[in-house]
């Protein structure tokens, strides 16, 4: 498969859906529905899934296990904290995949060094260098995350991420955990990665943000231009609290926008991504909101009379992508108060309506009061509305 070593434009994306994701509250997936969604992932052609964490539960280990044992071409990952006992569990998990992984990480942010571990930077750091070894006496690919990396010293990062890569890991992911970076300070945070690390070359480097400030795609993007390959991400940005970057909105971006981003690109087919985006909500119970970018109900829907009509004339005048090539089977402009004669007209012919335009100025008024009424005129509506007028025209 093409790779960022071989094609430094390749960005790979590991979805995370069943793993932060899953740590949405209240989105507890059965295996049988965890496995479901890793075959749709395999569809969007992801590069890594990661099926879960071993270590939290038999039943996560036993689900993480079957999607390993099922889902081919796609890199299989679990999640491990620096403990010896996680990682043997997601390695034992994970090794009857053709493309196993193993993701291990610990907090390395004097907040989480200090308050949750109670440790030195040097003993976090010695932790780590220990357990990637350990995994790496198991597993070829091993991913090290440092956890909080937006808040960690930048000094005391590099020298953590220069010490793992050190000691075997491949991927070297910088999570802004708790979303509180700002786009400019977390691409200046990987350029610093990138070109002052010395073995970085040896290694990937992985974003994974959040997104309490609304701003883990900005930051993803900012991190891959410079010179991040690997984004994390979730299905409708599903994930803790706020939830994680959507893989939708960083995968499209950089697809509609690919001159600006200088070529970088992704192996994702979008048109797996409404129906995966249906199974994901589906599943979890997790709505999509109406606005969400990419897959939300509302992202094609032109409203005002203005906007439908210039889509008429030319859809590009209001459309920066088209529904199709995201799977969204073709949605009829949605008609209301704000709506004008070119999308009546253009309804009640594929209604089988043909109209002359003494009748349209007719039924335009008979619509208008309707939709003054209701807020959305349907295609009954405008079945009604059409007899309507033929009453008129026969008294
Ligand atoms: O947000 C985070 O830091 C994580 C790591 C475990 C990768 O989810
Ligand atoms: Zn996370």
């Given at each position: ?8 434009n ?5 979805d995370t ?15 049988a529905?965890?496995?479901?969604i890793a075959?749709q992932l395999?569809?969007?052609?992801v590069?890594v899934i990661e ?8 039943e996560?280990?036993?689900?993480v ?6 889902i081919e071409g796609?890199?299989?990952c ?8 996680d990682i043997?569990?997601?390695w ?9 992984r ?20 040097d ?7 220990q357990?990637?070894q350990f995994?790496?006496?198991?597993c ?9 990396a937006?808040r960690?010293?930048?000094?005391f ?5 220069e ?10 992911n ?13 691409g200046q ?19 994974h943000c959040?997104n ?29 609290r ?34 995966t985006s ?10 999509v ?10 992202a ?6 203005i906007?439908?009509d ?15 090539m995201l ?13 004008g ?16 335009t003494?009748e349209l100025?007719t ?17 009954d ?8 007028l033929?009453?008129?025209?026969t008294?």
């Amino acid at each position: 498969m093409p790779h960022p070593a071989t094609d430094p434009n390749r960005v790979i994306i590991f979805d995370t859906t069943l793993r932060d994701g899953e740590q949405s509250a209240g989105a507890a997936l059965k295996s049988a529905e965890k496995l479901a969604i890793a075959h749709q992932l395999a569809k969007l052609n992801v590069d890594v899934i990661e099926a879960g964490f071993p270590a939290s539960s038999p039943e996560d280990f036993q689900s993480v296990r079957q999607i390993a044992a099922e889902i081919e071409g796609v890199t299989i990952c679990g999640l491990a904290r620096c403990m010896q006992s996680d990682i043997q569990a997601v390695w034992d998990a994970v090794k009857i995949a053709k493309r196993p992984r193993i993701h291990t990480f610990i907090g390395t942010s004097d907040i989480h060094i200090q308050a949750k571990f109670k440790k030195t930077r040097d003993e976090i750091l010695a932790i780590a260098v220990q357990h990637v070894q350990f995994a790496k006496s198991l597993c070829e690919d091993v991913e090290f995350s440092a956890e909080d990396a937006g808040r960690t010293d930048p000094e005391f990062l590099s020298a953590i991420i220069e010490a793992v890569i050190n000691a075997g890991a491949t991927t070297v992911n910088l999570p802004d955990t708790v979303g509180y970076t700002l786009p400019h300070e977390y691409g200046q945070l990987i350029y610093r990665v990138k070109h002052t690390v010395p073995n970085i070359d040896k290694a990937i480097i992985s974003v994974h943000c959040h997104n309490d400030l609304g701003l883990a795609t900005a930051n993803s993007l900012m991190a891959v231009v410079n010179g991040a390959r690997q984004i994390e991400c979730t299905i409708n940005g599903i994930g803790e609290r706020a939830g994680n970057t959507a893989m939708e909105e960083v995968v499209m971006a950089l697809k509609v926008r690919e001159q600006a981003f200088e070529g970088l690109h992704t192996r994702i087919n979008p048109s797996a991504f409404y129906e995966t985006s249906q199974m994901v909500s589906q599943l979890t119970s997790i709505p999509v909101q109406p606005n969400k970018a990419i897959v939300g109900r509302n992202a094609f829907a032109h409203e005002s009379g203005i906007h439908q009509d210039g889509f008429l004339k030319g859809r590009n005048t209001y459309e920066i992508m088209e529904p199709e090539m995201l799977g969204i089977p073709a949605v009829a402009l949605p008609l209301g108060p704000r709506s004008g004669r070119a999308a009546l007209r253009m309804r009640l012919n594929a209604l089988g309506f043909e109209l002359t335009t003494e009748e349209l100025a007719t039924i335009f008024g008979l619509f208008k009061a309707v939709a003054d009424e209701k807020k959305t005129v349907t295609d009954d509506d405008l079945v009604l509305i059409h007899q309507q007028l033929k009453a008129l025209a026969t008294v």
